[in-house]
C-alpha cells in the first residue's frame, strides 16, 4: 500500500494489513486532512476491525466544504474511485453532518453506504458490547446518532412530498422516546453503581481506575495487577493473561467497566478497567458512555495509559483525545507509560519528551491540566518492569489516615479490631498487659471508624469497670 497524499486517489492491490476476511465488504476510505502527508492508519485499522475491505482511498487537504465536506471536484473523484472499485461503502474519516451524509449519498453509485468516523465506531462497539451497562450505552449513543439524521431524512422527504408533515412524524418521536427510556435506564445503572462505591469503599477498598485511548494496554495491565476477579462483567471476562497478550489488539476489546481486587503497595484496591478513548468521538457519544466516565472521575486516583511505542504524534493525539476521560476528576491521575518492552531506553526517553511536551501545550491551550500529569511511570505487563513502581506511587497517592489508639483488651477490643482487620487498616499491634495499642493505616473514613470502635472498646470496658 503506498502512502496516500493531497492530491492522490488510488485503488489498493493489496493493503499491509492481514487479509481481510472473504465476506469482508469492499469500502473506499475518505479524508479531509491537514497532516502532510495524510495519515489514514487509524481509519483503516478501524475499518477492518469492522469487516471491511479497503479497496481504495481519496484525500484532501482544504477547508471543509458545507456539500460534502471534501470539495465538489474532491467528492466527485470519490464517486467515481467507489464506482470503479465496486465499493458498497464509503468510510469517512471524520464526522459528516447529516446534510452531508445524504449529498454525498446522493453523488455516490446507487446503493453506496456513507458510514462516518462516529457510525464506524458504533459498529465496532455492536460487535463488543457485552453486557447491559454496555448495551444501554451502545443503544443510546446509536439513538443520539441518529436522531438528526433521522430528522434530515423526514425533512427532505417533506420538501419533496407537501402532503408530509415533518413535525410529529412518529419515526422521530419514537426514537426521541427510545432516548428517553435508555437515559432513564442508564441513570438508574450508574445510581446503582454509584451505591455499590459507597459499599466498596466503607469495606476498606480504594477504588481505582484505568483510563486511556483504545489499545494502549490498560485491560492487559489491570490483569497483571490484578489478585483475582472481583465481579467481572461478564462473569466470563478472560483473566488469561497469555492469551490477552497474544491478542491481536483490535480496537474496543472493552466495552464493559470490569472491576478486579489488586494489592497495591500494602492497599487493598479495587481495579475498574474502562472503555478505551478515540479520536474524533462526537461529544454525545462519549456522554453515552456514562459508566467509564463516571468510574474513573469518581476513583480514589486513576491511571492514565498511554502507549509508549507510539510516534509522538500519535502519541500526541491519543492524549488529546482522551484527557476528557481524566478531567473533573475526584482523586489524583497518575500517568502510565505502557508496553516500554517494546521501546529501546533512547525511544522511552522520546516518548516522555514528547507526551511531556504535549502536556505542556494541553496546559497552555484549551484544558486546564495539573502539574501530576507530568513524569509518567514505565511499565510492561510483559516484563513486568516498572509494576512496583507503580504500585507504590498509587499506594503514595490514595487518601490515608494513620492513628495510633490504646485500647483496654478485651472481648469489645477484639470485635473492634477483627473489624479493622477486615477493611485492611491494621499496621502493627501490640499487647501489653491489659492494654492494646493498635497503629492504624489506610483510608481515613474508615480508620475513623476503626478507632472509635477501639476507643469505644476503651470507654466501655472503663464504664464496665465502675
Ligand atoms: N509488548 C507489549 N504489548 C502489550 C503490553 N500490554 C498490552 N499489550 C498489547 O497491546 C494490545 C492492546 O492491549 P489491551 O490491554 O487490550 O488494550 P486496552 O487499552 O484494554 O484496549 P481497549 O479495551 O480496546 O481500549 C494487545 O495486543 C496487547 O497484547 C505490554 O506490556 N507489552
Ligand atoms: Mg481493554
Redesign the pocket.
Known amino acids: 500500500m503506498s502512502r496516500d497524499d493531497a492530491t492522490m486517489n488510488e485503488r489498493d492491490e493489496s493493503t499491509d494489513l492481514d487479509s481481510p476476511a472473504a465476506d469482508a465488504t469492499p469500502a473506499v476510505v475518505a479524508a479531509r486532512t491537514a497532516d502532510e502527508p495524510p495519515d489514514t492508519t487509524e481509519i483503516r485499522e478501524l475499518a477492518a476491525a469492522a469487516g471491511y475491505a479497503v479497496v481504495g482511498s481519496v484525500t484532501q487537504r482544504r477547508e471543509e466544504d458545507p456539500t460534502y465536506d471534501l470539495g465538489r471536484g474532491k467528492a466527485e473523484e470519490l464517486m467515481r474511485l467507489a464506482a470503479d472499485t465496486d465499493a458498497e461503502a464509503v468510510i469517512y474519516d471524520g464526522s459528516l453532518s447529516p446534510g452531508q451524509t445524504f449529498s454525498l449519498g446522493d453523488l455516490l453509485p446507487t446503493g453506496t453506504a456513507v458510514i462516518d468516523r462516529p457510525r464506524l465506531v458504533l459498529e465496532l462497539f455492536a460487535d463488543a458490547a457485552d453486557s447491559r451497562a454496555a448495551d444501554r450505552q451502545l443503544e443510546l449513543a446509536r439513538l443520539r446518532y441518529e436522531l438528526p439524521r433521522l430528522r434530515e431524512a423526514v425533512a427532505r422527504d417533506a420538501a419533496e412530498d407537501v402532503r408530509l408533515q415533518p413535525e410529529g412524524d412518529s419515526r422521530v418521536l419514537d426514537v426521541e422516546k427510545r432516548i428517553e427510556s435508555a437515559e432513564r435506564a442508564l441513570d438508574e445503572i450508574s445510581g446503582d453503581r454509584a451505591a455499590r462505591r459507597t459499599e466498596r469503599r466503607d469495606a476498606g477498598f480504594d477504588l481505582v481506575a484505568l483510563a ?1 485511548y ?8 489491570a490483569r497483571r495487577l490484578a489478585d483475582d476477579v472481583a465481579d467481572a462483567e461478564p462473569e466470563d471476562a478472560p483473566t488469561d493473561l497469555a492469551a ?11 466495552l464493559s467497566t470490569t472491576t478486579r481486587r489488586a494489592t497495591l503497595g500494602g492497599r487493598r484496591a479495587l481495579l475498574t ?1 474502562t ?2 478513548f478515540l479520536d474524533g468521538l462526537p461529544h454525545e457519544s462519549l456522554r453515552s458512555f456514562r459508566t467509564t466516565t463516571e468510574a474513573v472521575r469518581r476513583a480514589d486516583c486513576a491511571l492514565l ?1 498511554v502507549d509508549a511505542s507510539d510516534e509522538p504524534d500519535a502519541l500526541r493525539r491519543k492524549l488529546r483525545a482522551s484527557l476528557t476521560a481524566v478531567e473533573a476528576t475526584d482523586g489524583p491521575v497518575i500517568p502510565v507509560f ?5 521501546v529501546s531506553a533512547d525511544g522511552l526517553a522520546a516518548a516522555v519528551e514528547a507526551y511531556e511536551a504535549a502536556v505542556a501545550e494541553l496546559d497552555a491551550g484549551d484544558a486546564p491540566v495539573v502539574d501530576s500529569l507530568l513524569s509518567p511511570i514505565p ?4 516484563d513486568e518492569s516498572g509494576l512496583a513502581d507503580l504500585t507504590e506511587a498509587v499506594a503514595d497517592a490514595l487518601p490515608t489516615a494513620t492513628a495510633t489508639v490504646e485500647a483496654s483488651n478485651g472481648g469489645d477490643a477484639q470485635a473492634a479490631l477483627s473489624w479493622a482487620y477486615d477493611r485492611g487498616v491494621v499496621a502493627a499491634v501490640d499487647y501489653d498487659g491489659e492494654t492494646v495499642t493498635v497503629d492504624l493505616a489506610g483510608r481515613p473514613e474508615v480508620v475513623a471508624e476503626a478507632e472509635r470502635r477501639l476507643t469505644g472498646a476503651v470507654g466501655e470496658a472503663a464504664d464496665g469497670g465502675e
Not at 505502557?338 to 517494546?342: A, H, I, N, Q, R
Open positions: 486511556g483504545t489499545n494502549a494496554g490498560k485491560s492487559t495491565l490477552a497478550l497474544s491478542v491481536g489488539g483490535r480496537p474496543f476489546e472493552t478497567d472503555v478505551g495509559v505502557s508496553k516500554s518492552d517494546e511499565v510492561s505487563a510483559r
